[in-house]
């Protein structure tokens, strides 16, 4: 037999929280979750280790290891469904099992409601007496389990109980989802403890909401007498908003699929990539600016892309045999599937494309965005969101393509990020950046802002740290996206699910 607690750890060497132990089985589904803060643009790394429990210590270190995984928490939260299955390892020549990992956004809203309660003729339970009734309200999960979230006080003597009013936060009742069953049990209350089982009904907030009428009467049952016993009615309801925060990450809550695309300058401006002082160059000793950016950002969000397929694209080369000039050639080399494997089949790609192209000219962003846009507009139902995301060295060539292009962008579900890399001024590329003034083309105003400009330059850590440097980029330039996605939601009137903050928080429940 084996008793099996998880040990959740956060970050390296950091331990965040245990389950429960599970008595004598090799297929334990733990109850506890853990909940942890969830911020889209950074990478949250996350071990998991189990253990055999062999005694009542503590020390982690008296008990049998059974395996590990290792996951970033965007991954669970951006797998299919929020459930994400994993390998354990650790222990050579051994299969460990597997663990599966699933998430659920705890919503942020901050409605209050206020509801009170009554019974008529419920079943009398005490000999000598009446009944002493009280309500245990439930939440729904949605695995289908009940989480309970309030318990009334207890009416002595009646069979038709007015329950005091009281007031719970709507994440409580229901997490923010107006339409998720609520279930509600009645007890006879004992002083021993042996609560006697009355009956039971289902409501939901909407129902709840609806205050006192005809239709907010519920019947309670008793599984085991399969009739309807008593009936119990709502009597008053009346709910206070005190705020409401829209979802800032719809994406992570609706599993809308990120579609992350790359774009690289091959200009000339860049430098020759065989010499140290190019932008270029391919250092064996450390990454060139061009793919940090490209790792810092990509590695981030290729957790929200489920297929981890990454069209990845060149502009402004001389392309072999006949020296023909692109401004979207695909990385690979491959014209009818430009899809890299990965981040680092990205990098492979770009090294690639470096060692056969020629670097030469001019710098135009309009027919990446373009191609891209052009994916965009086949899907725009909310269930895909496109992020380009553009590296270059200088000036645009074609500023008034490109302001035409981000104009027609802004419409479709789709921004796009640019990182500025070497000592350039990039004042141009503030005018594409709308936070002040939002872009326009021909007497078109963008409808969204959805182009984030940074020079790359004001994230390099001083000390020489890459990591650092990469980490301070990602943040940056990451922290716009979830409001993006939200804008074009609401530009077309596409519902979410309950509300989110920019900070949410992610709930996340195991078992093997």
């Not at 429960?20 to 996350?46: G, H």
């Not at 439930?138 to 006080?153: A, P, V």
């Not at 009355?198 to 009739?227: A, D, M, P, W």
Request: net charge negative; glycine share 6%; hydrophobic share 40%.
């Amino acid at each position: 037999s084996r008793d099996f607690p998880l040990w959740l750890i956060r970050q390296v060497g950091t331990e965040f929280g245990r389950t429960e132990v599970i008595d004598n089985t090799r297929n334990p589904d733990f109850v506890r979750k853990f909940v942890l803060d969830f911020f889209f643009e950074e990478k949250q790394n996350l071990r998991f280790d189990v253990y055999n429990v062999d005694s009542r210590s503590c020390n982690i270190s008296k008990h049998d290891f059974l395996g590990q995984t290792f996951c970033t928490l965007g991954e669970i939260i951006g797998s299919r469904g929020g459930r994400l299955e994993k390998t354990l390892s650790g222990i050579p020549g051994k299969k460990c099992g597997i663990i599966i990992l699933t998430a659920e956004e705890l919503s942020n809203c901050r409605d209050i409601a206020t509801m009170q309660l009554c019974a008529n003729k419920l079943d009398k339970k005490d000999f000598f007496g009446k009944s002493d009734p009280f309500l245990v309200f439930y939440r729904s999960n949605e695995d289908g389990t009940f989480t309970i979230c309030h318990k009334t006080e207890v009416i002595k003597n009646t069979l038709n109980p007015v329950w005091q009013p009281f007031t719970i936060p709507v994440r409580a009742l229901c997490n923010g989802d107006y339409d998720r069953t609520v279930k509600v049990d009645v007890y006879d209350w004992d002083r021993d403890g042996s609560h006697d089982f009355i009956g039971e009904f289902t409501t939901s907030y909407r129902e709840l909401s609806r205050g006192q009428n005809q239709f907010n009467v519920y019947e309670v049952r008793h599984e085991s007498k399969g009739v309807v016993k008593n009936r119990i009615q709502k009597c008053d309801a009346l709910f206070f908003a005190l705020s409401f925060t829209l979802i800032v990450l719809y994406f992570v809550c609706n599993r809308t699929q990120l579609n992350f695309t790359v774009a690289i300058d091959f200009t000339a401006s860049n430098g020759n990539p065989s010499q140290p002082t190019s932008l270029h160059y391919m250092s064996p000793y450390q990454m060139n600016a061009y793919a940090m950016a490209l790792k810092a950002v990509g590695e981030i969000i290729q957790d929200y892309d489920s297929d981890k397929l990454f069209p990845a694209y060149g502009f402004g080369a001389k392309l072999p045999p006949d020296g023909k000039i692109s401004h979207a050639f695909p990385l690979n080399g491959d014209s009818d599937n430009s899809n890299c494997v990965g981040i680092e089949g990205v990098l492979e790609a770009y090294f690639q494309s470096l060692r056969t192209v020629q670097l030469y000219g001019p710098t135009n962003f309009a027919p990446v965005i373009n191609k891209v846009a052009n994916c965009a507009a086949e899907i725009t139902d909310g269930s895909q969101y496109f992020v380009l995301l553009m590296i270059t060295d200088g000036v645009i060539s074609d500023m008034v393509q490109t302001k035409e292009a981000v104009v027609n962008a802004a419409s479709l579900p789709m921004s796009i990020i640019i990182v500025g890399v070497g000592p350039a001024e990039f004042d141009a590329m503030e005018e594409l950046d709308g936070d002040e003034v939002r872009v326009s083309s021909r007497g078109r105003l963008a409808e969204r802002d959805i182009v984030q400009f940074v020079p790359f330059r004001d994230y390099i850590d001083r000390s020489g740290n890459q990591v650092l440097s990469m980490a301070r980029l990602a943040k940056d330039v990451l922290a716009e996206i979830p409001d993006q996605v939200v804008s074009f939601m609401k530009s077309r009137g596409i519902e979410p699910r309950p509300a989110l903050s920019s900070s949410p928080l992610a709930e996340v429940h195991q078992h093997m």
